[in-house]
């Protein structure tokens, strides 16, 4: 769901690398990343077939898995910022794919003719900023000391990925750069190397509602007095929610850190208890209540989609004077 550019990118090429390998074997040499013929014989189209198409399964497989999980980044960003990501990436690991094969040939002497074909530069360019954006949030440990996260996953399937070829190595490295250079704030590639607004929109219209998915509505509703950990595993499939619940965890950790949890209860009155006789007796007159605080309806809605009531909703946005991050660390504690 709200991530039809990962579909298109998980169900197409994979299907192409499926036919091209039971069925149509004589076309693979079009689909060959070959330097040399790209160098000496200009034949620039292989950079784009090349490095489109996987040729063998399991590279297929292992970048289909990866596409999957980092999905993330365009329910996150929007499908042009996540498009805009996946275009420079790619242009820049052709370069320092080419760069690489020829400091390599100069310093340890060895030639490189050909390299892994598939989309695999870009994918191993959303390792950066899956490692910096991402929370790392601890699921498990094994044998007491090995701690296993919601991101240990991804890392083996890249770690796989990476010991599939012999040279997949320099895919691996040039991705990587590429994928720092373009989230460098210093470089600015991100305002050069992007998808324009309108080609965007022919896209939006024509292949999205091919390749876009309904909303899941067989989601376990989760209660108001539920642990973060229940939510977290109840809502797996939904990245974007089970991020939300995460940079709340580590806010909340670095607040220990600073000196201790802040008292919810001497800043706000616990939502569960707010129709209480008592309450009501003990709140202050009405000429001394400040007006309302205007709450936004998109930060209402995140919170909905969390679990929490409409009212809670609003009573905590208010309470926090529309701050979302604190309201929902104030409705996960009460």
């Known amino acids: 769901d709200k991530a039809p550019l990962s579909k298109s990118l998980l169900l197409v090429p994979s299907a192409i690398s499926i036919l091209l390998t ?106 950066v900023p899956f490692y910096s954006s991402i929370p790392r949030v601890q699921v498990t440990q094994v044998l007491g000391h090995f701690s296993i996260t919601n991101k240990s996953l991804v890392y083996i399937l890249g770690l796989q990925l990476l010991t599939s070829g012999s040279y997949i190595w320099i895919l691996a490295l040039s991705g990587l750069l590429s994928g720092i250079c373009y989230n460098s704030s210093i470089l600015k590639v991100h305002q050069i190397l992007c998808v324009p607004r309108w080609v965007a929109k022919i896209f939006s219209w024509t292949f999205e509602p091919v390749f876009s998915s309904a909303e899941p509505t067989n989601e376990v509703q989760v209660g108001m007095g539920a642990t973060v950990d229940i939510q977290r595993q109840q809502r797996m499939e939904l990245l974007d929610r089970q991020i939300m619940m995460s940079q709340v965890a580590q806010m909340r950790r670095q607040r220990q850190q600073q000196g201790g949890m802040i008292n919810w209860n001497r ?35 995140r919170l909905m989609e969390m679990g929490f009531s409409r009212g809670d909703a609003l009573e905590a946005l208010r309470a926090s004077n529309n701050d979302l991050n604190v309201a929902t660390n104030f409705l996960l504690q009460h």
């Open 22 to 127: 039971l069925l149509f074997q004589h076309y693979q040499k079009f689909f060959a990343y070959n330097l040399q013929a790209v160098k000496e014989d200009f034949q620039i189209w292989r950079l784009v077939c090349g490095r489109t198409i996987c040729l063998d399964l399991k590279d297929a497989f292992c970048s289909s898995l990866l596409i999957y999980n980092f999905r993330i980044f365009e329910r996150r960003y929007g499908s042009r910022k996540f498009s805009s990501f996946l275009l420079g990436a790619w242009m820049l690991s052709a370069l320092f794919d080419l760069l690489l094969v020829e400091i390599t040939q100069y310093v340890f002497g060895i030639t490189i003719n050909s390299l892994p074909s598939g989309f695999l530069g870009p994918v191993f360019a959303l390792f």
């Open 267 to 301: 800043l706000f009155p616990p939502l569960r208890h707010r129709h209480n006789a008592n309450y009501q007796d003990h709140r202050p007159s009405e000429q001394g209540i400040p007006p309302p605080t205007e709450v936004s309806e998109e930060q209402v809605a």
